[in-house]
T-cell receptor
């Protein structure tokens, strides 16, 4: 059973389009993280959201944590080819010294 | 500061062999976690070491083991390799923070192919 469900699995869009990817769970989390992984590299942390309803912006990326802290979304405005990569959401389980669990990711391809 | 370094980057083994992968964390980071990444299962947690002790363990068979040295460098070992062990193995290091401070810095991974 996957604790974190990400959708869509794959997304192929043209440069300049907007998109939203989702990370859903039936569990409540104290925080949620988003990572981006480019081919041949390890994931890199983009943001951590902590408070229910929180919205964080990172240039053209907007992250939202659901009010109930069970889900999160990532919205990209005017996507660029440099946004291409695998977007992963992750949550800490097992308490403050627990470990991270990851969703399977959304593979985004932005064509010029 | 140098990032997380994993060696080797690529490895080809045959079924039944064993393999050892190495991870050098960012200087000052004492926690090292290992993950297996496959297209079907995604990123799955293997285990975490902190101050040379295994602190957390994922749901993997005993063929997967690890250790951490006094300089925080870590190795993971997979014995009696199976075809299904083919994957990208990622190592991540973090400061000894807790909760939201548990920011993981990943290496580029070791791509293991089992033939």
């Amino acid at each position: 059973t996957q604790l974190l469900e990400q959708s869509p699995q794959f997304l192929s869009i043209q440069e300049g389009e907007n998109l939203t990817v989702y990370c859903n769970s039936s569990s409540v989390f104290s925080s949620l993280q988003w990572y981006r992984q480019e081919p041949g590299e390890g994931p890199v942390l983009l943001v951590t959201v902590v408070t229910g309803g929180e919205v964080k912006k990172l240039k053209r990326l907007t992250f939202q944590f659901g009010d109930a802290r069970k889900d999160s979304s990532l919205h990209i405005t005017a996507a660029q080819p440099g946004d291409t990569g695998l977007y992963l959401c992750a949550a800490l389980i097992g308490g403050s010294q627990g470990n991270l669990i990851f969703g399977k990711g959304t593979k985004l391809s932005v064509k010029p | 500061k140098a990032g997380v370094t994993q060696t080797p980057r690529y490895l080809i083994k045959t079924r039944g062999q064993q393999v050892t992968l190495s991870c050098s964390p960012i200087s000052g980071h004492r926690s090292v976690s290992w993950y297996q990444q496959t297209p079907g299962q995604g990123l799955q947690f293997l285990f975490e070491y902190f101050s040379e002790t295994q602190r957390n363990k994922g749901n993997f068979p005993g063929r997967f083991s690890g250790r951490q040295f006094s300089n925080s460098r870590s190795e993971m070992n997979v014995s009696t390799l199976e075809l299904g062990d083919s994957a990208l193995y990622l190592c991540a290091s973090s400061l000894p923070g807790t909760g939201v401070k548990n920011i993981q810095y990943f290496g580029a991974g070791t791509r293991l192919s089992v033939l």
